[in-house]
């Protein structure tokens, strides 16, 4: 085979791989020791868009952490210490890159909806809305819940090996947030999340590189009347495509709260928190039928950590098109894609 087809080859594994949009909540810092972004799900490819079309991705993420060391913790207006969190979510996520170019840009737009059970327990309840005593001895609440919509809207660039996109995401509350339960997947307050990503890919060797820099702006809870102060994120990610179905490769995140929490509904300081993640990822994309779909495996362990959960995060993505427009004759050095 060409150097020339198997470079195409490997540029139509990597658009496959990316063909998915994971924007939604998760970073541990802030109230509830959560963010509105979460940390780790966006890695290889970050910065390739895909070609104008429909794609739909499923990504189930686990997570287990620790907030010991006699450490308090708010969620709900409950404020709890030696909290355990184990989580078990789902984000569904419908994503249309529009054939519309902004700057040479392309535009596209995803909804994300999360949904699952985080199994929250404390050693010991200093205060709750539904409980007017200190309660010592483990308490668990574990609810099954749907979290707050996402809304995306990114613009993705190509130059050469070059890829690169900015994203603009809003969170809305679903409702589904209740005072007094530790249990909540849904944060019930408003964010503004604005990112960039830049991926290198050389497609006849195989090398990836990304990385994503982002900052989260949060407004108040309206039932607990606590402000989170404002994030700064930034994931990476260093990849081999071994074929044009596998890779490899290696990820992690970095995460500093640059201002401190606050508001009426506060009752533990500032609780700005930061934290660290490395971890491995393999990718593999396979036909079901006639429909490519791909698949992704990311595992994070953290370390570093200050006013946060600290544990380990695991993503099962799948991706896959629904329908992708026509090709248009482009120039064969300059494939339209990118991701977001």
Same mark, same amino acid.
Request: overall charge neutral; glycine content about 12%; some cysteine.
């Given at each position: 085979?060409?150097?020339?087809?198997?470079?195409?080859?490997?540029?139509?594994?990597?658009?496959?791989?990316?063909?998915?949009? $994971?924007? $939604?909540?998760?970073?541990?810092?802030?109230?509830?020791?959560?963010?509105?972004?979460?940390?780790?799900?966006?890695?290889?490819?970050?910065?390739?868009? =895909?070609?104008?079309?429909?794609?739909?991705?499923?990504?189930?993420?686990?997570?287990?952490?620790?907030?010991?060391?006699?450490?308090?913790?708010?969620?709900?207006?409950?404020?709890?210490?030696?909290?355990?969190?184990?989580? $078990?979510?789902?984000?569904?996520?419908?994503?249309?890159?529009?054939?519309?170019?902004?700057?040479?840009?392309?535009?596209?737009?995803? %909804?994300?909806?999360?949904f699952g059970t985080p199994n929250v327990?404390?050693?010991?309840?200093?205060?709750? =809305?539904?409980?007017?005593?200190?309660?010592?001895?483990?308490?668990?609440?574990?609810?099954?819940?749907?979290?707050?919509?996402?809304?995306?809207?990114?613009?993705?660039?190509?130059?050469?090996n070059l890829h690169w996109s900015t994203?603009?995401?809003?969170? %809305?509350?679903?409702?589904?947030?209740?005072?007094?339960?530790? $249990?909540?997947?849904?944060?019930?307050?408003?964010?503004l999340d604005l990112s960039a990503a830049?991926?290198?890919?050389?497609? !006849?060797?195989?090398?990836?590189?990304?990385?994503?820099?982002?900052?989260?702006?949060?407004?108040?809870?309206?039932?607990?009347?606590?402000?989170?102060?404002?994030?700064?994120?930034?994931?990476?990610?260093?990849?081999?495509?071994?074929? +044009?179905?596998?890779?490899?490769?290696?990820?992690?995140?970095?995460?500093?709260?640059?201002?401190?929490?606050?508001?009426?509904?506060?009752?533990?300081?500032?609780?700005?928190?930061?934290?660290?993640?490395?971890?491995?990822?393999?990718?593999?994309?396979? +036909?079901?039928?006639?429909? =490519?779909?791909?698949?992704? !495996?990311?595992?994070?362990?953290?370390?570093?950590?200050?006013?946060?959960?600290?544990?380990?995060?695991?993503?099962?993505?799948?991706?896959?098109?629904?329908?992708?427009?026509?090709?248009?004759?482009?120039?064969?050095?300059?494939?339209? !894609?990118? +991701?977001?």
């Open positions: 085979m060409s150097d020339f087809r198997r470079s195409n080859r490997m540029f139509a594994c990597a658009v496959l791989a990316v063909a998915g949009v $994971s924007f $939604s909540g998760g970073a541990k810092a802030a109230e509830g020791a959560q963010g509105a972004y979460v940390l780790g799900n966006r890695g290889p490819l970050a910065g390739v868009t =895909p070609p104008p079309g429909f794609y739909f991705e499923n990504e189930t993420y686990f997570y287990q952490g620790n907030l010991g060391g006699n450490r308090s913790f708010q969620s709900g207006g409950v404020v709890a210490a030696n909290v355990k969190l184990d989580i $078990s979510a789902t984000f569904m996520t419908p994503v249309w890159v529009t054939p519309v170019e902004i700057l040479g840009g392309t535009l596209g737009f995803s %909804v994300t909806i999360p327990s404390a050693g010991a309840i200093f205060s709750s =809305p539904r409980i007017d005593r200190i309660v010592s001895g483990r308490e668990r609440d574990a609810i099954f819940n749907v979290g707050d919509i996402y809304l995306a809207s990114f613009v993705g660039w190509h130059s050469g994203t603009v995401l809003g969170v %809305v509350p679903s409702g589904s947030y209740e005072t007094g339960q530790l $249990s909540n997947i849904s944060l019930n307050r408003p964010a830049l991926t290198y890919l050389d497609p !006849v060797l195989g090398y990836e590189l990304s990385v994503v820099p982002g900052v989260t702006f949060n407004w108040i809870n309206p039932a607990t009347q606590y402000l989170t102060g404002t994030e700064f994120h930034l994931e990476w990610s260093a990849s081999k495509f071994l074929s +044009k179905e596998f890779s490899i490769g290696a990820v992690g995140y970095f995460y500093d709260q640059l201002t401190g929490d606050s508001g009426r509904g506060d009752r533990i300081g500032p609780f700005k928190g930061r934290v660290t993640a490395v971890g491995g990822q393999i990718g593999y994309t396979f +036909k079901l039928g006639e429909i =490519p779909v791909s698949t992704n !495996v990311r595992v994070l362990r953290e370390f570093d950590v200050t006013n946060r959960f600290e544990g380990t995060a695991t993503y099962l993505t799948i991706t896959a098109p629904l329908w992708v427009a026509p090709a248009k004759a482009v120039v064969a050095d300059a494939p339209v !894609v990118a +991701k977001f």
